[in-house]
């Protein structure tokens, strides 16, 4: 995974970006979770959150719910919890089963101890005050609720990092190009345990390593168009470079017979 740029970071976490355009909608979310179709082994995350939640009762609040994956399935396999959808996006929510409702991951509309469960999948990431978002966190979880929370590792990926950057350097006329933006970097799973670590003394990793081996290039450029709301972050002309990145793709899959991308995420379980 790339190490981004201040400039980058601050975007990754800029809420008008997040609301009004990166998550207006689940387009560019639902093109980023496609591309684990072709992952081996397949891995059931909304199934794993179901296991994790086995002993859980009352609420579980989904804190970044974004296109509602989880919360689906929450309400299909446990019917008898009472799970709240959240997102700082009102346009994301359109879809996703009720009740929700649009608020802050940093300012949580709950009070002390009246949940159960919170889910915070792949979002930590995204907010401006990482330590403090796990503090308000912990303060609405009750005494013997648990956090759910997901990352990918710093090295994630890393071969669609390298499809990017040659793409870049090859629109600018250099050997290599400025690295694309991480959305994982500023919470990843390297550092995922020491922030959580402060609000959370009982925590848990499970490591979810995996491989995609994808033989067109489709669904390669639909993962890093996804990245379109921090085009301007790049320091490249952003849909040139895709095209750049589909083409390299498209004859690395015709040399070799597929494009390989190795991945690595996690979820923490973790209790006060």
């Known amino acids: 995974m790339t190490s981004n740029t201040a400039q980058q970071d601050a975007a990754v976490a800029d809420k008008s970006i997040l609301a009004n355009s990166a998550?207006?909608?689940?387009?560019?979310?639902a093109a980023r979770q496609s591309i684990y179709r072709w992952q081996q082994p397949r891995y059931d995350l909304p199934g794993i959150v179901v296991e994790e939640l086995a002993g859980t009762s009352g609420i579980v609040l989904d804190v970044g719910c974004g296109n509602g994956k989880f919360v689906r399935r929450l309400h299909t396999d446990r019917p008898d919890l009472q799970v709240v959808g959240m997102d700082i996006s009102g346009g994301i929510l359109a879809d996703v089963p009720k009740p929700v409702l649009v608020a802050d991951a940093q300012a949580l509309p709950?009070?002390?101890n009246s949940v159960d469960a919170v889910l915070a999948l792949h979002m930590l990431y995204h907010v401006g005050d990482i330590a403090a978002t796990i503090e308000g966190l912990a303060r609405v979880l009750r005494p013997g609720g648990v956090l759910l929370a997901s990352t990918n590792s710093d090295t994630d990926k890393r071969e669609l990092d390298q499809l990017w950057a040659k793409a870049a350097g090859d629109i600018l006329g250099i050997p290599e190009g400025p690295a694309r933006v991480s959305l994982s970097s500023r919470f990843s799973l390297e550092k995922a345990r020491s922030y959580l670590g402060t609000a959370f003394k009982d925590l848990r990793v499970r490591e979810l390593p995996g491989t995609?081996?994808?033989t067109d290039p489709a669904p390669i450029v639909a993962h890093l168009a996804s990245y379109e709301a921090w085009a301007d972050q790049c320091g490249v002309p952003f849909h040139?470079?895709?095209?750049?990145?589909?083409a390299s793709a498209a004859a690395i899959i015709e040399a070799e017979g597929s494009f390989k991308i190795t991945c690595l995420g996690g979820i923490l379980v973790c209790r006060i």
């Not at 998550?23 to 979310?29: E, F």
């Not at 040139?240 to 589909?246: G, I, L, M, N, Y």
């Open 212 to 214: 995609i081996e994808i």
């Open 110 to 112: 709950f009070a002390d």
């Open 23 to 29: 998550y207006a909608d689940g387009r560019h979310l």
């Open 240 to 246: 040139e470079t895709v095209s750049r990145a589909a």
